[in-house]
C-alpha cells in the first residue's frame, strides 16, 4: 500500500502540468488576494471557468493554488497599504502596516510569508491524516446518515454567517429551492422552469456563483468614489531574522492548532475568524500586550499562520464528507461538480490519484507562494498600483467570457446577471450570500439522499432519524441553532 | 434616500423580505399540483415533497421574521441604502443582457471589445487612449486563452 501510494505521488509530481497550473493558480490567487476588495472567493469565482477544460487533476490543482495563493495574499497590502487583501488578513493589518511604516516592509512580509508557509503546512499535513481516518470511519454511512450530515452542513452555515439568524435561514432556503429548479431526477418531473428550455437542466452553479461573487462586487464598486492608494515605500530585506523565528515559533505551533480547529467546522466565517481567535490568544498570552498593535512580530505571526491554517481545517468536511464550510469551499465543491465528481468517502475509494494529486497540489502551492513571497513580493506590490476601476472592468470581461465558456450557453450570461443584482440587493440589506450557495449545492444531495432514504426504510421517517450516526448530527444541527439563541438571551439579561 | 435606520423606524425591509417569502412559498404551492406523481411502490417521496417542505419552512421564517422584528421589535431595523449610481449599475447590467443578445450576430471580437470599452467607462476610466488599450489587449488575450488554449467554441 505504501509503495503505491509512493509511485501514485511520484506519477502525480512527474506531470509539469500539475506543477504549471499550481503555479498559475498560486500566483493568481496571490494577486486576487493583494488587491482590496478582491477576495479569494471572488478570485476562485473568476477563474473557476478556466479549470472546466482541463482534466480534473490539473483544473483541482489550479484551483487548490488559487485558494491557497489567495488566502496569502491579502497579506501584502494589508501591510503595505493598511488595506487587507482578504477579509482573512484583517489582523495582520494592525501590526503588519505599523511595522512597515517603521521602514521594516520587508521583514513584516518575510513574517507574514513565513507564517502563511508554517500554519498550511501543518493544516495539510493534518488534513492528510485525519482524511484518512474519518473516510475509514464514513464508510459505514448510508443515504439517512448524509441526509442528517447535509441537515447538520446547511444549519451551521446559515447560522453562523450574517446578523440575523432568520436572514441566514432564509438563504440557505432560497439555495436549496434553486438546487430544485430543472428536471426532477427520479420521475422526470419539469420543476420551476417558468416554462423555459433552458431551466430544463437545473440553474448551472457557475453562473450563480459568477454573479453572486462577481457581478454584485463589480455593482458595488460603480460610483465607489474611494481615493486610490499607491504604494511609495521601499521592501527591503524580506528573509525573517533568526531572532524573529525564535519569538514567534510558539506562535506558530498556536496559530496553527487554532486555525485548524476554526477551519474544519462547517459554518465558520472563514480564515477572518481564525485570524482574530489567534490574535487574541497570542495577546492574551503575551509577556508584553501592550506591544500589540504597535508592529510585534507576534501579531503578524498569529494571524497569518491561523488564517492560512483554517485552508486545510476547511478542506477536512469538503474532502471527507462533501460538506463546504464557507464560501471558497462551496465553490470548491461546485468545480467537483463541474467535473461530475462527489467529494466523499468514495471518492478516496474509487480515485485516491485525485485525492493525493489535490493534497500535492496542495504542498505545492505552499511552496510557491513562499517562494513567490520572499523572492517576488515587490512585483505583487506593483500590481497594488493599478487602478481598481480598470481591474473591475476586467472582472466585467471575465465573468461574462468565463459564464459563457461553461457550457457555450448565452443564457448562462442572463443567469449571472439576475445572480449579480440578487447578489448586490442581500448584501445591501445584510442577508449572507453564502448560504444561498452552500443551499444550492447541498439541498440536492439532502434531497437525494432523503428519498433513497425513505425508500430503503419503506417511508418511515421515524428510523432514518433515530439512526445513532444520523442522531448524532440532527443534535448537532439543533444545538448550533440553539446554543446562540440562549446565549443572545443569557446576555439580554 | 433611506428606507431604514437602526433607530427602529418601521422595517421595510424586513417586511418587503416577509412577502418575498410568502409569495415565492404561495407560487411553489401553487406549482407542484402540476408534478407528475408516480405509485407509491416507485416512489415514497415524490417530486413535489422536497419544494413543499421548502415552501412551508419559507411561510416558517416569514413569521418568524414578521413576529421578531415587526411586532416584536427585537433586532436593529435593516438599512437600505439605495446607494449612488444607480443609472451606471442599470445601465451596465443592461450592456451585459445586451451583450449575451448581439454577440451571435456581431461576433466575439466587437463585441467584447465594446463590452470592456464601455465597462471601463461605465467604472469611471477618463482616457479613450487607456480604455481602448486595455479593451484590445483584454479581448485579445481572452480570446487566446478561450479559444486557442481551452478550445472553447466562441460566437
Known sequence: MEGNLFSLIVSILSRPEVWMYTLFGTVGGILVGCIPGLTAAMGVAVLLPFTFHLEPLVGLAMLSGIYVGGTYGGSISAILLRIPGTPAAAFTTLDGYPMATRGEAGRAIGIATTSSFIGGLISIIFLIITSDIIVKFTLKFGPAEYFAIAIWGLCSVATVTGRKLVFGLISVVMGIFLGTIGMDPMTGALRFTFGLVNLQSGIEFVPIMIGLFGISEVLKEVGNTEIFHKIEQKIGKILPSKEDIKSIWRTWIRGAAIGIGVGVLPGNTGAGMSGLIAYNTEKSVSKHPEKFGTGTPEGIAAAETANNASVGGALVPLLTLGIPGDAITALLIGAFMMHNIRPGALLFQQNPGLIYGIFVALILAHFFFLFLGLWASGLFAKVLNIPRHILMALVVMFCTLGAYAISNSLFNIVIMVVFGVVGYLMERIDMPITPMLIGFILGPMAEGNLRVALKMYEGNIFEIITRPYSLVFYLLAAAIIIFPKIRGMRRNK | ?155
Open chain 2, 1 to 155: 434616500m433611506q428606507i431604514g435606520q437602526t433607530n427602529r423606524k418601521f422595517p421595510w425591509v424586513d417586511l418587503v423580505v416577509i412577502l418575498c417569502c410568502w409569495v415565492l412559498a404561495s407560487y411553489i404551492l401553487f406549482s407542484v399540483k402540476s408534478f407528475v406523481r408516480l405509485t407509491a411502490v416507485v416512489e415514497v417521496v415524490g417530486a413535489d415533497t422536497v419544494p413543499r417542505l421548502i415552501a412551508y419552512v419559507l411561510i416558517i421564517l416569514g413569521l418568524w421574521l414578521l413576529i421578531s422584528s415587526i411586532f416584536l421589535g427585537k433586532n436593529s431595523t435593516t438599512e437600505f441604502e439605495v446607494g449612488k449610481d444607480n443609472f451606471k449599475k442599470a445601465m451596465l447590467l443592461l450592456f451585459l443582457l445586451g451583450y449575451s443578445a448581439v454577440v451571435p450576430i456581431i461576433k466575439f471580437i466587437p463585441g467584447t471589445l465594446l463590452l470592456g470599452v464601455f465597462s471601463l467607462k461605465l467604472l469611471g476610466e477618463q482616457s479613450w487612449k487607456t480604455t481602448f488599450l486595455v479593451s484590445i489587449s483584454a479581448t485579445l488575450a481572452m480570446y487566446f486563452v478561450f479559444h486557442s488554449l481551452l478550445k472553447v467554441s466562441l460566437p
